[in-house]
């Protein structure tokens, strides 16, 4: 263990998604001898199985390495715009940050997002050049947007490969040489000079650890990821969480390297985990001060860490079990996933046709595919997921204000004076050759043009940044895919909530076999309607298996269909047992089957299972 407190660095590695973030960590672990070579893979901090599945880091993940007589704590964030709340957590539990940029696409839109949260953390700032090994890699053209674009000197960029190790070493030095140590910033980042005497004990001598992440173990409880900001915390110390009030005794505390490393203690400075002895997930939240139980006295000068802002959900959708018993154990998941997943939010719901379930905010449309893969692996739940939706906000003719975060809730149009919708600011990087390609989505998509701004100017592969205010419902489902498509993948986006506007929109529901299926109803623009519908309309065709008598698939808005199709019957041969005689027998096996298929609609057995991709595949549509 370091015992003093300016041989600590604690560090973030920030890039846009894929630039070789967990690669350039696995290196570093293998240089400082954290982890042995023969237990060594990819991604080595990516632990869940989703994760490298995907290649891209959803979880932060720390891990404590020892280098040249130095603790060096290391968070490794993810670069999908979806859980930059993981990365502004992460920053608020360190000094320095390595900013990387891939030299073979250069600065990104979550280059640019990353880096700003950096420095409004007042972190210092360490830029690194990657993949300099691939035959792709434009280095200098890297350099000058760096430069240019973030104004730092180029003796101040490091060149380096996460794949081959090449500058890792360099990166390390700069860290411990340039890196600020956790003694200055600890007490202007927590909300003051807090030496407030009392009882003759400095309130900077008194255990404030902030709360990062924390995730639920089914043998040890609630496992909190902790920064020590001021004293210390050991194994056997009455802890109390100022927001909840809630008191427990650690069980056990420790390091990252990178799986739990028991030490008994941690100090001011260091980065490092509490096994804190609570079985409610809803007693250890993030963003929550840990502090040594004391007289109450005491507890007076001990002032709660600043935490983190209250994530604002993006995107809405119910999920319910697919079999309503399993409700109990989708709850019990939902609660242990949420102190992993802290962007998440939830409320109870109960619909007519699918039973009781829960309304959930999130980030983005992956949030809420990773969210639902996870509720699947982990815990084994069949579920239905609502299409997604913005939260709407709803005036009323009687003067009434209202929050509209489902379809299902939506007043008559009759009591409706205007409905608001949420606005994003957009930022697109693109190659000057996709510029007007990329121009004429945003147009479509009911953008609002801003301004533009040259990243570098110099060639035809010169790249831009264009500013756009646009509706988030907009770039709800699919426009992340067409940018990818209309830019040949060059193309990056990242946005952020603006502002609400007045819209114009309606509710479509769906009907499958005249039976209006509730988790695939949607608000959709007016002026767009007819699309949408048949879109949807047409994935539910080539999804759906035949039945024994034919299915009608329709859009409607206020009862009016504005699109429809027809899933022909599986049709049985009656007539092929015939080999001859009057035509009039074999008209009369076929008026039987068609009366047969009448009566068991008329029985109430005509009605259709949506399969579950069925709505991954509207998500995506």
Same mark, same amino acid.
């Given at each position: 263990?370091?015992?003093?407190?300016?041989?600590?660095?604690?560090?973030?590695?920030?890039?846009?998604?894929?630039?070789?973030?967990?690669?350039?960590?696995?290196?570093?672990?293998?240089?400082?001898?954290?982890?042995?070579?023969?237990?060594?893979?990819?991604?080595?901090?990516?632990?869940?199985?989703?994760?490298?599945?995907?290649?891209?880091?959803?979880?932060?993940?720390?891990?404590?390495?020892?280098?040249?007589?130095?603790?060096?704590?290391?968070?490794?964030?993810?670069?999908?715009?979806?859980?930059?709340?993981?990365?502004?957590?992460?920053?608020?539990?360190?000094?320095?940050?390595?900013?990387?940029?891939? #030299?073979?696409?250069?600065?990104?839109?979550?280059?640019?997002?990353?880096?700003?949260?950096?420095?409004?953390?007042?972190?210092?700032?360490?830029?690194?050049?990657?993949?300099?090994?691939?035959?792709?890699?434009?280095?200098?053209?890297?350099?000058?947007?760096?430069?240019?674009?973030?104004?730092?000197?180029?003796?101040?960029?490091?060149?380096?490969?996460?794949?081959?190790?090449?500058?890792?070493?360099?990166?390390?030095?700069?860290?411990?040489?340039?890196?600020?140590?956790?003694?200055?910033?600890?007490?202007?980042?927590?909300?003051? /000079?807090?030496?407030?005497?009392?009882?003759?004990?400095?309130?900077?001598?008194?255990?404030?650890?902030?709360?990062?992440?924390?995730?639920? /173990?089914?043998?040890?409880?609630?496992?909190?990821?902790?920064?020590?900001?001021?004293?210390?915390?050991?194994?056997?110390?009455?802890?109390?969480?100022?927001?909840?009030?809630?008191?427990?005794?650690?069980?056990?505390?420790?390091?990252?390297?990178?799986?739990?490393?028991?030490?008994?203690?941690?100090?001011?400075?260091?980065?490092?985990?509490?096994?804190?002895?609570?079985?409610?997930?809803?007693?250890?939240?993030?963003? /929550?001060?840990?502090?040594?139980?004391?007289?109450?006295?005491?507890?007076?000068?001990?002032?709660?860490?600043?935490?983190?802002?209250?994530?604002?959900?993006?995107?809405?959708?119910?999920?319910?079990?697919?079999?309503?018993?399993?409700?109990?154990?989708?709850?019990?998941?939902?609660?242990?996933?949420?102190?992993?997943?802290?962007?998440?939010?939830?409320?109870?719901?109960?619909?007519?046709?699918?039973?009781?379930?829960?309304? #959930?905010?999130?980030?983005?449309?992956?949030?809420?595919?990773?969210?639902?893969?996870?509720?699947?692996?982990?815990?084994?739940?069949?579920?239905?997921?609502?299409?997604?939706?913005?939260?709407?906000?709803?005036?009323?003719?009687?003067?009434?204000?209202?929050?509209?975060?489902?379809?299902?809730?939506?007043?008559?149009?009759?009591?409706?004076?205007?409905?608001?919708?949420?606005?994003?600011?957009?930022?697109?990087?693109?190659?000057?050759?996709?510029?007007?390609?990329?121009?004429?989505?945003?147009?479509?998509?009911?953008?609002?043009?801003?301004?533009?701004?040259?990243?570098?100017?110099?060639?035809?592969?010169?790249?831009?940044?264009?500013?756009?205010?646009?509706?988030?419902?907009?770039?709800?489902?699919?426009?992340?895919?067409?940018?990818?498509?209309?830019?040949a993948g060059y193309a990056s986006i990242n946005y952020e909530y603006l502002d609400y506007r007045p819209a114009d929109v309606v509710k479509m529901d769906i009907l499958v076999a005249e039976e209006p299926i509730e988790a695939l109803a949607t608000i959709v623009y007016r002026d767009d309607a007819s699309r949408q519908g048949r879109g949807i309309v /047409?994935?539910?065709?080539?999804?759906?298996?035949?039945?024994?008598?034919?299915?009608?698939?329709?859009?409607?808005?206020?009862?009016?269909?504005?699109?429809?199709?027809?899933?022909?019957?599986?049709?049985?041969?009656?007539?092929?047992?015939?080999?001859?005689?009057?035509?009039?027998?074999?008209?009369?096996?076929?008026?039987?089957?068609?009366?047969?298929?009448?009566?068991?609609?008329?029985?109430?057995?005509?009605?259709?299972?949506?399969?579950?991709?069925?709505?991954?595949?509207?998500?995506?549509?």
């Amino acid at each position: 263990m370091i015992e003093e407190i300016n041989k600590i660095r604690n560090f973030a590695i920030l890039a846009h998604i894929d630039h070789g973030k967990s690669t350039l960590a696995d290196r570093m672990l293998e240089i400082t001898g954290t982890v042995e070579k023969r237990k060594m893979r990819e991604q080595l901090l990516d632990g869940m199985d989703i994760e490298r599945e995907r290649g891209i880091t959803i979880k932060l993940q720390p891990v404590t390495m020892n280098y040249k007589g130095y603790q060096l704590n290391l968070i490794d964030t993810p670069g999908h715009v979806d859980f930059s709340y993981e990365v502004s957590r992460s920053l608020a539990a360190v000094e320095t940050a390595v900013l990387l940029v891939d #030299c073979t696409q250069g600065i990104q839109a979550q280059t640019l997002a990353n880096l700003y949260l950096a420095l409004d953390q007042n972190l210092t700032i360490i830029p690194v050049i990657n993949k300099i090994d691939l035959p792709a890699a434009n280095i200098n053209k890297t350099k000058r947007e760096i430069i240019d674009l973030l104004g730092y000197r180029e003796e101040e960029i490091i060149c380096a490969s996460g794949k081959t190790g090449v500058g890792v070493t360099e990166i390390l030095d700069r860290v411990i040489a340039f890196g600020q140590t956790p003694s200055e910033p600890e007490m202007n980042r927590s909300g003051g /000079d807090k030496t407030v005497e009392n009882e003759g004990v400095k309130s900077k001598n008194i255990l404030r650890a902030l709360i990062f992440d924390s995730k639920y /173990d089914v043998y040890r409880g609630v496992v909190a990821y902790v920064r020590v900001f001021n004293g210390a915390l050991k194994k056997g110390d009455k802890i109390r969480l100022l927001a909840t009030g809630a008191v427990s005794e650690i069980l056990d505390c420790g390091i990252f390297k990178p799986d739990y490393f028991s030490t008994g203690h941690l100090q001011a400075g260091e980065i490092g985990y509490v096994v804190t002895g609570f079985k409610q997930v809803a007693d250890c939240r993030v963003g /929550d001060t840990v502090t040594i139980v004391r007289s109450a006295e005491t507890l007076m000068g001990v002032e709660p860490l600043s935490g983190y802002k209250e994530v604002r959900p993006m995107v809405f959708a119910s999920i319910f079990p697919r079999e309503g018993h399993d409700f109990k154990e989708l709850r019990e998941a939902m609660e242990k996933l949420k102190l992993n997943d802290a962007a998440l939010s939830y409320e109870p719901e109960r619909s007519d046709a699918l039973g009781f379930g829960f309304r #959930c905010g999130f980030l983005g449309l992956l949030h809420l595919e990773v969210f639902q893969e996870r509720l699947r692996r982990e815990y084994d739940l069949d579920l239905i997921v609502t299409m997604p939706s913005v939260a709407y906000k709803v005036f009323k003719s009687d003067g009434e204000e209202l929050i509209i975060r489902s379809p299902q809730r939506l007043p008559d149009p009759t009591q409706i004076e205007h409905l608001e919708e949420p606005w994003v600011k957009l930022d697109i990087i693109t190659p000057k050759a996709y510029l007007g390609n990329v121009i004429k989505l945003a147009q479509e998509k009911k953008g609002i043009y801003k301004n533009t701004e040259y990243i570098s100017a110099e060639g035809d592969d010169s790249r831009v940044l264009l500013h756009y205010e646009i509706p988030l419902a907009a770039i709800l489902t699919d426009f992340y895919d067409k940018i990818k498509s209309v830019s040949a993948g060059y193309a990056s986006i990242n946005y952020e909530y603006l502002d609400y506007r007045p819209a114009d929109v309606v509710k479509m529901d769906i009907l499958v076999a005249e039976e209006p299926i509730e988790a695939l109803a949607t608000i959709v623009y007016r002026d767009d309607a007819s699309r949408q519908g048949r879109g949807i309309v /047409d994935i539910l065709k080539d999804s759906l298996s035949k039945q024994m008598f034919a299915v009608k698939i329709q859009a409607a808005i206020h009862g009016k269909i504005i699109a429809a199709e027809k899933l022909s019957a599986m049709r049985k041969d009656v007539t092929a047992k015939l080999y001859g005689g009057d035509v009039t027998r074999k008209r009369k096996l076929l008026e039987k089957q068609k009366k047969g298929k009448k009566k068991m609609m008329a029985a109430g057995k005509g009605s259709v299972e949506i399969p579950a991709d069925t709505f991954i595949k509207i998500l995506k549509r």
